[in-house]
């Protein structure tokens, strides 16, 4: 079982930055995807960005340009630097990693982002 921990939600002023970070409780950077998603009230649960084990990501459209997801190895981290924020971006950030030899999925608890001035 891998436990993820997130970190670096908060309130910001738009156009304002802020960095997630989650930490795994195991070193799993070699067999796992790692991503974001998030949730806003009413709204499903969508993909922001992802990064495979080879270093590929991919991002949602919505933030491509703003946001950045990159890993840690050493510190089994992963980070979403998020920039140029919009009141759009507000909802409960989760990441996810997936293990692609069991298919397992593993959830953080989620931190909130409000962007708002």
């Known amino acids: 079982q891998v436990h993820l921990v997130e970190s670096g939600g908060g309130l910001v002023q738009p156009g304002g930055s802020l960095r997630l970070s989650c930490a795994a409780s195991?070193?799993?950077?070699?067999?796992?995807?790692m991503g974001w998603y998030r949730q806003a009230p009413g709204k499903q649960r969508d993909l922001v960005a992802q990064?495979?084990?080879?270093?590929?990501?991919n991002y949602a459209d919505s933030v491509k340009g703003r946001f950045t997801i990159s890993g840690d190895n050493a510190k089994n981290t992963v980070y979403l630097q998020m920039n140029s924020l919009k009141p759009e971006d507000t909802a409960v950030y989760y990441c996810?990693?997936?293990?692609?030899?069991?298919?397992?999925?593993?959830w953080g608890q989620g931190t909130q982002v409000t962007v708002s001035s």
């Open positions: 195991e070193s799993i950077f070699s067999i796992y995807v």
């Open positions: 996810r990693f997936y293990n692609i030899l069991t298919t397992n999925i593993y």
């Open positions: 990064v495979t084990r080879d270093g590929s990501t």
